[in-house]
């Protein structure tokens, strides 16, 4: 792990940064200037004041995302703020390229006031086609992503709620088929309430899952109705508070009682060893379903968690099997929502994104370490974000109207052209 590290920072000497903005328009002569800008440039925007959704088709704004934070809650470092923030939006922007073919700036805005960020978020909105909301402490992040989806024409993604939510859901869907269970009947351990955990119950709630029988832990310990904080919960977080009320119908309190007979865990909490114990997972029931999700430490490690009994385990890294990466999702998300100029990313299209993704692993061959695709495998991504343009259109959010197989052709294009980008640079040394 520590060589990792040391990589990163030599390389981000030499490199000063992951991605750069290059023209994409030929020049080959004075005259060129006189079309790209002064003085037909003008004509465009003429037309765009006349229509302002010809933005989309007559400049950038088709194909790019704003990487939105405030650095108040960043990967397992916590809250080291904007500056801080940004490598980690630039490797997100390289992601959304590589995998995507989305163009993604990090805008790395030093605001913590969560009204004054929805108000800066906001006033990009001419310039961008979607805002990917990134490492905003809870639950600020939930108050952000409900007002900024409801006041802007543009989709607004949090990948701490919705991409980790995608992404388990799909591990999920093709880890219950393995041990042959349903969604109406698993009983759920969330470890962890914020952002992701939170999402990810919103999620499963609409996949069937019964919450009362779930119960859900913080850094306090069980969430029940008669700890002391419960008031104060019902102020500060009406989120958190809201679990309350839907989950733990028997009010258990101690956490070995909750771990009883338990199908699936699902971990999103901070970096391990040792936060959640083997113990616990002894009592959890057979064939159980173990996914520790913190980085870079998961909360167990998944030999430990095979020993307690424990079928099927995934984790948030690359080096263990079930590689559970919000990276399958956002890349593909945005591709299909961007190409049917989608004014919003709904819930269902995050579940048909989920859906797509296990049904690719599940054609690859499911097994106990092989529940979702991996980065590598980037056919995946043109079928998600054609499974995601066309739910799109379906419930009504799509600008333009388009089919799956028609989506698959325009983001398959659009993914490999962005590969074959890179390897050219490569081939030619300019990027080396």
Known sequence: ?????????????????????????????????????????AELSRKVRENEDLSFELTWRWNVVAVATNGTRVLGLGD?????????????????????????????????????????VKLLEPSFGGVNLEDIKSPDCFYILDKLNEEMNIPVWHDDQQ?????????????????????SDIKVIFFGAGAANIAIIR?????????????????????????????????????KYKLVLETNEDNISDIREAFKNADVLIAASRPGPGIIKKEWIRLMADDAIVFT??????????????????????????????????SLAFPSIFRGSL???????????????????AKYAEEKGLHEDYIVPKM??????????ASVAVEACKCGVARKTTSWKEEYRRAYEIIEESRKVLEVLMREKIVN
């Open 376 to 385: 590598v495998e980037w056919e995946v991504y043109p079928r998600v974000a």
């Open 293 to 326: 999700l913190a980085n870079p430490v998961p909360e167990i490690w998944p030999w430990e968690a095979k020993e307690a009994g424990a079928r099927i385990v995934a984790t948030g890294r690359s080096d263990f099997p079930n590689q559970i990466n919000n």
């Open 163 to 183: 991409g980790t939510a995608t992404v388990v859901l799909a591990g999920l869907i093709n880890s219950l088929k393995i041990v042959g269970k349903r969604f």
């Open 1 to 41: 792990m520590s060589n990792y590290y040391e990589l990163a920072f030599k390389y981000a000497l030499k490199y000063r940064g992951k991605i750069q903005i290059i023209p994409k328009v030929p020049i080959t002569s004075q005259k060129d200037f006189a079309i790209w800008y002064t003085p037909g440039v």
């Open 80 to 120: 080291i703020g904007a500056y801080a923030a940004l490598p980690v939006m630039e490797g997100k922007a390289l992601l959304f390229k590589y995998l995507g073919g989305v163009d993604a700036i990090p805008i790395c805005i030093n605001e913590r006031n969560p009204d004054e960020f929805i108000k800066i």
């Open 203 to 239: 999620v499963l709630r609409e996949m069937g899952v019964n919450l009362s029988k779930c119960i859900v832990v913080d850094s306090r310990g069980v969430l029940h109705k008669n700890r002391e904080d419960i008031e104060v919960l019902k102020k500060l977080n009406p989120w």
């Open 339 to 357: 190409d049917v100029r989608s004014r919003k990313i709904t819930k269902s299209m995050l579940i048909a994104a989920a859906h797509e993704l």
